[in-house]
């Protein structure tokens, strides 16, 4: 059976920090593709980043470059997201997405509420 169970989510001030955690099981972790998508109200779901499966290369979106860093831990099949200097337009649901060109599996997301 398959789960991604993200955790990590909060309410935090502008400018404040964050750490996302998604904990896997179920399938080979190592072998996925991993992203962070988010979805703010009445928005469609964007990446967020990613990070891949062979080499560990990473992608950004443009607006979290430079403050938000994606990683993995592929002995603990776990996903993260360190989210620094947080705006207010970061404000939506976190959601861990694994893929492996064939297969695709979502988690149910953590709430990311920045605000003061």
């Known amino acids: 059976q398959v789960q991604l169970v993200e955790s990590g989510g909060g309410l935090v001030q502008p400018g404040g920090s964050l750490r996302l955690s998604c904990a896997t099981s179920?399938?080979?972790?190592?072998?996925?593709?991993m992203s962070w998508f988010r979805q703010a109200p009445a928005k469609e779901r964007e990446l967020v980043a990613n990070i891949m499966s062979i080499g560990g290369g990473t992608h950004y979106a443009d607006s979290v470059k430079g403050r938000f860093t994606i990683s993995r831990d592929n002995a603990k099949n776990m996903l993260y997201l360190q989210m620094n200097s947080l705006k207010p337009d970061d404000t939506a649901v976190y959601y861990c997405?694994?893929?492996?060109?064939?297969?695709?599996?979502w988690g149910q997301g953590t709430q990311v509420t920045v605000s003061s």
């Open positions: 179920g399938f080979t972790f190592s072998h996925y593709d």
């Open positions: 997405n694994a893929n492996s060109g064939t297969d695709a599996y």
